[in-house]
C-alpha cells in the first residue's frame, strides 16, 4: 500500500514537472523572427496581408503600406474584442507613439471611442485620405520563421494600433480592414515586433510577381527560397536609408519628418550611358521636395514630369529597332512585343541603371521590372508621368520592386538590395510557407 502511494506521488510530480517544462517552453519561446504573407490583388494593384488579431482572433487582411506610420484599422463596423486597451493621455503608449493630443468622445463608450484617450492620424495613402482616431492596444498574431521554414504562431498581446473610420476603406482592395505600416516610426510593425520579440530592427520584403504568395521576413537573416536558395548579407549591396525632415503623410504635425523610405539616387543610366537629367530634383530640399523614395501603395515608378520625359524618351532612342504602338494608359512609350525577345529576367530591353552613392553602388533594373504587357503584342515602359509639381521626384513602386529582395535595416539606416533574384534561379514566390520548422 506505501509502495502504491509512493508511486502516485512520484507520478503526480513527474506530471508537474512535465506540465512546467511545457509552460515555461511556450512563455520563453523566443523567436528568431517573422513572417506574413503578400499577395497581390488583381483589381486595385495593391499588396494584401493578413494578420490575426483580438480576442478571441480573427483574420484582418490589410492593404501593405511600405512607409506607412502603424497598424490601422477599421473600428467603426465589427470590431469585437475583450483585450481591446485605449491608450490614456500622458501614458508610456502615447508618448512611445508621438501622440500628444487628448481626445474626448461623446458617444458610448466602444472601440475607437473613448474618454482620456490620446490620438493619431489613420492615413489612407493610396487615395490620401486621413482622419483623427482613438491610439489602442490589443492582441495581435502572426507566425515565426527561422528565415527557411515557418514555425508556431507567437503574440503579441499589447500590439499598438489606430482605430480608423469605415470612410477611410474607400478605394483600398475589397475585404480590406486597414493598412499595415513598416514605415520608420516607433510603433510600425518591424519596430514593435523586434521590440516584443528581442530581435533586428530589421526585415526584408520580397512581392511576387505573380499570383503566388510573396512574404515580408521581419528579423535578420539569411533568408532561404526554393528550391534551394540562401541570401545571405554578402549577397545584398547596400546604399543608405536618408530621411526626409518633412512628413509625406497626409495629415501631420510640425517637424515630423517622414516615415518613409528614401534612397540617394545620384543619376540614371540606360545600356550604361547617363542619362541627362536636372540632378536637383534627386536631393531633398529643407522643405521636404524632391529625392527618391519606395513604395509598395504606387503600383508603378512614378517621376516628376521632366524625369519622365528624360528618361523614357533616352530608353525609346535606346530601342529604336523595335516598333512603337500607341500608348495605352497610364503609360507613355508602348511596343510591339513580338519584336522583343526573352531572358531570364524578363524582355530584352535596355537595363536601367539607379547610380547611388558611388559608380560602385548601382541597383539595375532590368525587364521584368521596367516593362510592364498590357495585351498580348504590347509592352509598355513601366513608368508613369507623376506632374511637375511632384512631392518626391523618383517613387519606386510596387512592380520595379518585384522579385527583388529587399531587406530594411532601420537600426543601421540602410538599404540593403539584390536587384532582380531571377538571375538566381528562384523568385519571390518561392518562400516556403508550408514545412513547419
Known sequence: MASSSCFHVILFCSFLFFTSTIAQNQTSFRPKGLIIPVMKDGSTLQYLTQIQQRTPLVPVSLTLDLGGQFLWVDCDQGYVSSSYK??????????????????????????????NTCGLFPDNTVTRTATSGELASDVVSVQSSNGKNPGRNVSDKNFLFVCGATFLLQGLASGVKGMAGLGRTRISLPSQFSAEFSFPRKFAVCLSSSKSKGVVLFGDGPYFFLPNTEFSNNDFQYTPLLINPVSTASAFSAGQPSSEYFIGVKSVKINQKVVPINTTLLSIDNQGVGGTKISTVNPYTVLETSLYNAITNFFVKE????????SVAPFGA????RNIGSTRVGPAVPQIDLVLQNENVIWTIFGANSMVQV????????FVDGGVNSRTSIVIGGHTIEDNLLQLDIARSRLGFTSSILFRQTTCANFNFTSIA
Open 319 to 326: 530601342l529604336a529597332n523595335v516598333t512603337r504602338v500607341a
Open 86 to 115: 485605449p491608450a490614456r493621455c500622458r501614458s508610456a503608449q502615447c508618448s512611445l507613439a508621438g501622440a500628444t493630443g487628448c481626445g474626448e468622445c461623446f458617444s458610448p463608450p466602444r472601440p475607437g471611442c473613448n474618454n
Open 334 to 337: 508602348c511596343f510591339d512585343s
Open 375 to 382: 495585351s498580348e503584342n504590347v509592352l509598355c515602359l513601366g
